[in-house]
Every structure is written in structure tokens, then in C-alpha cells.
């Protein structure tokens, strides 16, 4: 039995189901509420040890997302609730777990993938601490398994020899969790959205994580065919690391600008600049957790990669914040957050924050090649709102004496009004289209949502017609124009894309040499 699915990391897998749903050991309850609150912070107590500990071997962005759990473990505002319960006469696991499935409520309420993705964090915090009240250890998958449950918590993943193959297959999870961004950086098959099952699977499954599926309880005919295609797939990436180190030129000699999309610091740590054409996107989101970031942590953040780059360009993204309420203290609470206050309305809207990040990416562009872009533009008077913003915050710092630079100020283009009507934006200084939410709009399926999947299609010829029409615009008028979006590092799509006009494309680091093998293939 085939069951579909959405691809999250490319790549095949075969190997016997893990169940990763079994629960926690019962707790013993305590005799007074003293002795449950005692219970309760040592449990903590435990999970911030045993994340500390991890963290003193894990590399970029693992330890940043461990660094984020230790974070909100300890920070009272998640533990407050539950010892409130407590003092109430709940016992500590119950009291716990209440608290912690209504902060995860309120993230899987908002209608941004991203921030719906964070709850599996929230998710993975809730069980740690409750193994630790019940003094209870997670078995260990086989070498080789198919992770298969509802969701993954990153330490699960973090703590998994992935050396001897297996991959991960979930029945909800999400394309833009923590987990996928993990498993797309050490090339673990992963496919999420697949649904409950009649029955709990069990046995030898196989993945195939490049299509977006699983089949279960195989035939001998499934398998070899099932084997073919990986060693298909195996040998396609194989060829496709030859690429990595050339300039991306199309078999006509069409040059193609490959940069590579990054969300914290540390994604450039073990990548080496030449392989690239420079950051397409950085994403800002990451300083953006449970605290809002002071103007010194991100001009470090900022400068960190645009030292890295060496005079390649860095384009930075604005905070893209919104939904429920994921950032204390920043977003509001919206019956629909995904066509409300979020992207550059919420920053508009919050001038105190945006104006410490204006500042920031001011003095930090005098580190390297800094391009700035705002996200969900959708009129004209936002991006001049925005660029005046910047123009009197570089004035303040003039006045201050401190040093700064203006970067050049582009927008993503996501919102179909700009794909539509490009030329109420011809003072910007170059396009970025957002080709996720681009598509999402414009066809009306979210990209994490198995059940509208199908309908979630860049390739689609309204789509296309848009970024071709963009294109057509910024070469008519001079202004760069480049993709960001997933459908970059798609193989299958890179065609279309340079068939409608687009020379510059920015990818996941992982995607890099599958991608240039794929302009390589290219005809025009």
C-alpha cells in the first residue's frame, strides 16, 4: 500500500517502521503541592541538563535550535501556568502538559507554516520534561529505521545515527519544521503530511522522499523498482557534485546566478563561499524567539555573514513575523494572521522594534555587500514608508557619528498585486520573488497542507505567467530581478524558471549541486 505524502528532504529510504508516538511511562503523584512543584522544576532541571549536554556537541544549527529550547524551558512564563495549576491541585504532569498543549494551541492556530512548525519545538519540550517527571528514557530506533509517527521532535532527530541510512515519515509534521530544515542539511529522507492510517503500519516500508510517499508491507516487485529509483536518484547526485565548484551556465553558455537561502548565522559555518554566488535570502526570523532582539545581537548576526560572503552579495530580509502570537511582545492576535499584520505591516506597524533593526543592518553594511528587501509588499506607499524610515535612521546615525552604509532596498515579490502590477514598484532596486507565498496566494493551498498539495504548484501557468511577467519588467527597466523561494532548488522546475526570464536563483546550501546540474540541463 502506497500512501502519499509531501516531499520535505529529498531521497529514499528503506528500512523497518519505528513507532516514534509511544508515550511516556506513568507518572507517581506526589503527596502535597510543595512536592509537586519540587517534582516539576527538577524535571525541568533535568531537560535544560540534558539539552546542555547536547549542545556541547552539536554543530550550527542544531545548537542554535537546542539553545532555543534551553531557552524557553527556562523561561518562567512557560513554567508559570503550570505551577498555577499546581497550587490548584493538579498534579505536575497533568498540570504541565495542560500548559504546554495551550502555548502549542496558540501556535498551531496561525496560518504561517513557520510559525505552525514551531509547536513540534513546544512538542518535543513537553515530552522531555514529562520523561523526566516519570523518570522514563526513549528507546533507541534501530540502525537504519523509518521514523514513523505524528511529528519528530528535533532532539529525536539530533539524537539518531543517521550514518547507517533510514529516513523519517510523519503523518502531519511540516516542510519549514525544525526537523526538515535539519534533515534537508544532512540529506535525511523526510516526508510529512501523510495522514492516519487504517491501521498501525508496521514491518519493512520504503520511503521515497523525491516524489512524496511511502509504501507498506512491500511486494517484491515494489522493491525492486523502489531500488532502482534510488540508485537512480543516487547516481543523479553524484554526477550533480561535479557541478558544485562551476559557475551554473545553461548548455547554450546562459549564465545563472546560484546563491544560497540561510536562516541563523551559523548555516554558513560549513559552507564554503566559492561554491555559491553569494545569500540570496537570510532570514531574520531566528532573533526573533520568545524575546525581541536588542540592536547589538543582530548587527553581530549581520555581520557575521556578511564578513563570511567576502564582497558577495547578502540579501537580508526584514523581520517576517506574524500569526497567532508566536513573539511575545511584537505579533498580534488575528482571526487570520496569514492576511493580516504580518511581514513589513507588522514591522510598520511596530516602529520601535523595526527601527532597531534598520540600525542595525545600517552599520552592518559596512561589513560586505549588503542588500536589504522587505517582505509582503504589497503596495507602493509601504516600500516608501519603509525606505524613508531607513533614510532618517541613517541621518540619526550620521548626526551620532557612527559608522554606517544605505545598502540598496528591493522587495520580495509574493504578494500577487506586485506580480501583477510591477510597475507601481519601478524605484526599487531589484525584485525577490517569493515564489512560496507567491503560489500560495495565487492558487489558494498552503504548501504544508497534504490535503490541497496537489493545487500547491509553482510550475502552474498562472503561476509562471507572473514570474515570467516580472522578469519581463525588470529587464525592460534595469532591475535585477531573482527567485528565493523553494522552487529555486526544485531540478524539476529550474527549467521553467529560466524559460521565464529568470538568471538569478537562490537555493537551500543542500540543494547547490543538484540545482546547478540542473541549469546544466537547461537548452536555452
Not at 498555577?84 to 495542560?98: N, P
Request: hydrophobic share 45%; proline share 6%.
Amino acid at each position: 500500500m502506497r500512501i502519499e505524502g509531501v516531499p520535505a528532504s529529498t531521497g529514499y529510504a528503506e528500512g523497518p517502521l519505528f513507532d516514534l508516538d509511544r508515550p511516556p511511562a506513568a507518572y507517581m503523584g506526589k503527596a502535597s503541592a510543595a512536592e509537586e512543584k519540587a517534582a516539576l522544576e527538577s524535571a525541568i532541571g533535568k531537560a535544560v541538563s540534558r539539552l546542555s549536554t547536547m549542545i556541547e556537541t552539536a554543530d550550527g544549527d542544531a545548537a542554535d535550535i537546542l539553545e532555543f529550547h534551553v531557552a524557553m524551558l527556562e523561561d518562567d512564563a512557560l513554567s508559570g501556568p503550570a505551577l498555577s495549576h499546581i497550587d490548584e491541585g493538579t498534579a505536575a504532569d497533568l498540570a504541565w502538559r495542560w500548559a504546554l498543549d495551550a502555548e502549542i494551541a496558540g501556535y498551531e492556530a496561525s496560518d504561517q507554516d513557520y510559525f505552525r512548525a514551531r509547536a513540534a519545538d513546544l512538542r518535543d519540550i513537553r515530552d522531555q520534561v514529562l520523561r523526566a517527571l516519570s523518570e522514563d528514557s526513549e528507546a533507541s530506533a534501530p540502525a537504519g529505521a523509518i521514523l514513523y509517527g505524528e511529528d519528530i521532535a528535533p532532539t529525536r532527530f539530533l539524537e539518531t545515527d543517521w550514518s547507517a541510512g533510514g529516513g523519517i515519515a510523519l503523518r502531519a509534521g511540516s516542510t519549514a519544521s525544525h526537523v526538515a530544515m535539519l534533515a534537508r542539511s544532512r540529506g535525511v529522507p523526510m516526508v510529512v503530511g501523510l495522514g492516519a492510517s487504517a491501521e498501525k503500519p508496521a514491518g519493512v516500508a520504503l520511503l521515497d522522499a523525491e516524489h512524496g510517499g511511502i509504501v507498506l508491507s512491500p511486494s517484491p516487485a515494489e522493491i525492486e523498482a523502489f531500488r532502482q529509483s534510488s540508485s537512480s536518484f543516487a547516481a543523479r547526485q553524484g554526477k550533480a557534485r561535479t557541478f558544485l565548484a562551476r559557475p551554473a551556465v545553461t548548455k547554450a553558455g546562459t549564465a545563472v546566478r546560484v546563491q544560497v537561502n540561510i536562516a541563523y548565522p551559523s548555516d554558513v559555518d560549513g559552507l564554503d563561499i566559492e561554491t555559491c554566488d553569494g545569500v540570496g535570502l537570510m532570514r531574520t526570523e531566528f532573533l526573533f524567539g520568545r524575546t525581541l532582539p536588542d540592536e547589538e545581537t543582530q548587527y553581530h548576526a549581520y555581520r557575521k555573514v556578511l564578513e563570511w560572503a567576502g564582497g558577495k552579495p547578502v540579501t537580508i530580509r526584514t523581520v517576517d513575523a506574524g500569526g497567532d502570537k508566536p513573539v511575545p511582545g511584537f505579533t498580534v492576535e488575528e482571526t487570520n494572521p496569514f492576511l493580516g499584520l504580518r511581514g513589513i505591516r507588522l514591522s510598520l506597524a511596530r516602529l520601535d522594534v523595526f527601527r532597531a533593526q534598520i540600525r542595525a543592518l545600517l552599520r552592518a553594511a559596512i561589513h560586505g555587500n549588503l542588500k536589504v528587501m522587505f517582505p509582503m509588499i504589497a503596495t507602493a506607499d509601504e516600500y516608501a514608508r519603509t525606505a524613508a524610515l531607513f533614510a532618517e535612521e541613517q541621518s540619526g546615525l550620521a548626526a551620532r557619528g557612527i559608522a554606517h552604509k544605505m545598502p540598496p532596498l528591493g522587495i520580495m515579490v509574493e504578494v500577487p498585486s506586485v506580480a501583477i502590477a510591477p510597475e507601481a514598484f519601478a524605484n526599487v532596486a531589484f525584485f525577490s520573488i517569493g515564489s512560496n507565498d507567491l503560489t500560495q496566494y495565487v492558487m489558494a493551498a498552503a504548501r504544508d497542507n497534504a490535503a490541497v498539495a496537489n493545487l500547491n504548484l509553482v510550475r502552474h501557468p498562472a503561476v509562471l505567467r507572473l514570474i515570467a511577467s516580472v522578469a519581463a519588467f525588470g529587464r525592460e527597466k534595469g532591475i535585477p530581478v531573482s527567485l528565493c523561494g523553494d522552487a529555486g532548488g526544485d531540478p524539476a522546475t529550474i527549467p521553467a524558471l529560466i524559460e521565464a526570464g529568470l538568471r538569478d536563483l537562490s537555493v537551500a546550501p543542500a540543494q547547490l549541486a543538484m540545482a546547478k546540474a540542473a541549469i546544466a540541463e537547461v537548452p536555452v
